[in-house]
């Protein structure tokens, strides 16, 4: 089955740190884009970050530049998100999505894991 | 950024209607519009890409049209579990960017 699972969510301080983790199987890891896009609580959805499939082309929604940092490893078929300098703002479900190669439509979603900003 | 306009915001239908909600870009962006599904507690499902092609398993009731500024999904007949909020995304140029939701409801 082609799935994504997110987790490392949780309760954070303003001004603290998480790193998100996705893990990815039933596809071939290696040859897909990957996005992370949030939902804050009864919002839409916001995309936050781009990472090809070599990692060598990496995109930030403005909102989160400078603070966050999208990586892969493909070897272990894993995508992370580290979160810095978190704000109450932030606070959100996080979604891992596959990209539609040439489209950049999303394709593949996990569930999502929740970060809460708040002290 | 380029802004993604959806209308209506909500819209009351019954099971059997045609349904039709439109989304506006703030500048052309060719074809590079998709479409998701949303239910509650869930994450978004996929249902169109590139403006009108129809994701694979999803049902033949739903359609895309348009390209550059104007584009529509429609639901030829509404079925029970249609009931969702729909969000257009276009992704013509990072960041990319979503409309802000149609719920359809049960009338």
């Known amino acids: 089955e082609v799935q994504v699972v997110e987790s490392g969510g949780g309760l954070v301080q303003p001004g603290g740190s998480l790193r998100l983790s996705c893990a990815a199987s039933g596809f071939t890891f290696s040859s897909y884009e990957m996005n992370w896009v949030r939902q804050a609580p009864g919002k839409g959805l916001e995309w936050v970050s781009y990472i090809s499939s070599s990692g060598g082309t990496i995109y930030y929604a403005d909102s989160v530049k400078g603070r966050f940092t999208i990586s892969r490893d493909n070897a272990k078929n894993s995508l992370y998100l580290q979160m810095n300098s978190l704000r109450a703002e932030d606070t959100a479900i996080y979604y891992c999505a596959r990209d539609v190669s040439g489209h950049d439509a999303f394709d593949i979603w996990g569930q999502g894991t929740m970060v809460t900003v708040s002290s | 950024d380029i802004q993604m306009t959806q209308s209506p915001s909500s819209l009351s239908a019954s099971v059997g209607d045609r349904v039709t909600i439109t989304c506006r870009a703030s500048?052309?962006?060719?074809?590079?519009l998709n479409w998701y599904q949303q239910k509650p507690g869930k994450a978004p499902k996929l249902l169109i890409y590139a403006a009108s092609s129809l994701q694979s398993g999803v049902p033949s009731s739903f359609s895309g049209s348009g390209s550059g500024t104007d584009f529509t999904l429609t639901i030829s007949s509404l079925q029970p579990e249609d009931f969702a909020t729909y969000y257009c995304?276009?992704?013509?140029?990072?960041?990319?960017?979503f409309g802000q939701g149609t719920k359809v409801e049960i009338k």
């Open positions: 500048q052309s962006i060719s074809n590079y």
């Open positions: 995304q276009q992704s013509y140029s990072t960041p990319w960017t």
